[in-house]
């Protein structure tokens, strides 16, 4: 077979001779008292995975069949408990192995067949050895070989057990150097941090009755300064009520010098714009006269004016002649005589016409329907005409743009509409034909007493009906 190294037509009966051992029974002779020793054990499992691989799968027991692919390496690990097994239960498979082992180790196999083992080998392998090949007294070196390989482990073991109590020793000894210089160390740095921290609490004290003196200090001269601003605040404050006594005294008197240099102006404007109306008027009545009776010059006539006046003769004309011939006053033509007076100036009391005429219309219409009639009015008689309106009834300011012609006024806060017109009156030069539409009893009698003519508000509808 191939695991005999060259004589593969060989059985089992002739491995016997090849071993130098005694017959199968010599090896029967001898056996081990005790269980074979762990280091040879193992030494033995990997002699016989290494000349595993020379064996066919014929030559091997069927229990190590399976591991027949694997690594010497991976039998010795994965197939120990059956290669050792199969060594000590088949004794073909421990010939077939020590028959490798004589092939790979020739010199000590001789060795081990004369009894005489050599010295300078490992105990492990000639135990291992003496256990596959069973020379005789075989049993008593692996005995031999396991105890000195225990005295060899134990000494290995005791001398590496010294080193590394001596090495122990040293590390402790360099420990408690350390040790000892760092306690010295620790407590030189804790005796300068004690220095320190009094140090600091001495510093810390000084500093916190520093913080409280500046704090008193603090508090001092926040009230000295709220003190301070108080009385700046009220030195302010009346500071500040002198200046506007003295600014409100200013504006009084600029404002007075301002009223007395504008009445200066106003009233010698106005003086000679009343001289000037009233002239106009005068003129205007002188020449208008002229034209209708068509008179002569003063040189050309023969006699005086007076001398040509009749005198009425009593029981030619009546009263009631004469009063038939007058106008009636609700009559719209005595409106128009009235306005065709030379320079005359109509002023309209608007809500009191508006009011009597179409009540129900919204103020805004209201206006607009009267200043529309008085535009036209104004045109056709060339008169000047002023529309004056309350202004209280106003709920917002008015954005009125007044007709052609037509002056619209309203009257200011605190102030009747009757007010400004009364004052318009006063402000015309007597002589000149004022004519105020208002059906307002006291309206027309304070008028009347100014010099201007008062007419009713229904005239003045019914002349601008004909429009």
């Not at 009391?349 to 103020?363: C, F, Q, S």
């Not at 009364?422 to 034909?433: C, D, F, K, Q, T």
């Amino acid at each position: 077979m191939d695991g005999t190294g060259g004589n593969p037509g060989r059985g089992e009966e002739a491995a016997a001779p090849e071993t130098g051992a005694a017959p199968e029974e010599s090896v029967h002779g001898e056996s081990l008292d005790r269980p074979l020793p762990e280091g040879v054990r193992h030494r033995v499992v990997a002699l016989a995975a290494e000349a595993f691989g020379g064996l066919t799968p014929a030559e091997l027991p069927a229990v190590l069949r399976p591991y027949a692919r694997f690594t010497p390496s991976r039998r010795a690990k994965f197939a120990a408990t059956a290669l050792a097994t199969a060594l000590e239960g088949d004794p073909s498979f421990r010939q077939r192995v020590g028959a490798r082992l004589r092939e790979s180790e020739p010199e000590l196999c001789e060795a081990l067949d004369a009894g005489t083992p050599p010295p300078a080998v490992d105990p492990l392998d000639v135990a291992a050895a003496a256990y596959l090949l069973r020379p005789a007294g075989w049993a008593k070196l692996v005995a031999a070989a396991g105890e000195e390989a225990q005295r060899v482990s134990a000494e290995r073991a005791g001398e590496e057990t010294q080193r590394e109590l001596r090495q122990l020793k040293a590390e402790l000894d360099e420990v408690r150097t350390q040790s000892r210089t760092e306690a010295v160390r620790v407590r030189t740095e804790l005796e300068a941090a004690r220095k320190e921290a009094e140090s600091l609490q001495r510093k810390l004290r000084s500093a916190a009755s520093d913080v409280k003196r500046a704090e008193a200090a603090l508090r001092k001269v926040e009230a000295e300064l709220d003190e301070t601003r108080a009385a700046a605040a009220a030195e302010k404050a009346s500071a500040d009520g002198e200046a506007r006594r003295l600014r409100a005294r200013l504006a009084e008197a600029e404002q007075a010098v301002e009223a007395s240099r504008r009445a200066a102006r106003e009233g010698r404007s106005t003086e000679d714009m009343r001289l000037r109306l009233l002239l106009d008027t005068v003129l205007d009545a002188a020449s208008g006269l002229r034209r209708e009776l068509a008179l002569p010059p003063r040189d050309t006539l023969g006699a005086r004016p007076a001398d040509t006046v009749d005198a009425v003769t009593p029981g030619t004309i009546s009263p009631k002649d004469i009063a038939r011939r007058a106008l009636s006053e609700d009559d719209p033509a005595l409106l128009d005589q009235l306005l065709a007076l030379p320079q005359s100036h109509l002023v309209v009391d608007g809500y009191n016409v508006t009011k009597t005429g179409y009540p129900a219309l919204p103020l805004e219409k209201q206006r607009l329907r009267l200043l529309g009639g008085l535009a036209v009015l104004a045109a056709q008689s060339g008169a000047e005409v002023t529309c004056v309106f309350d202004g209280a009834d106003l709920d917002a300011p008015v954005l009125l743009a007044p007709p052609r012609g037509v002056r619209v006024l309203f009257s200011k806060a605190g102030e009747t509409a009757d007010e400004l017109i009364r004052r318009l009156v006063r402000a015309e030069p007597p002589g000149r034909p004022i004519v105020v539409v208002s059906s307002d009893r006291e309206v027309a009698d304070g008028v009347a007493r100014a010099g201007a003519r008062p007419v009713a508000s229904t005239l003045l509808l019914k002349r601008l009906a004909r429009v």
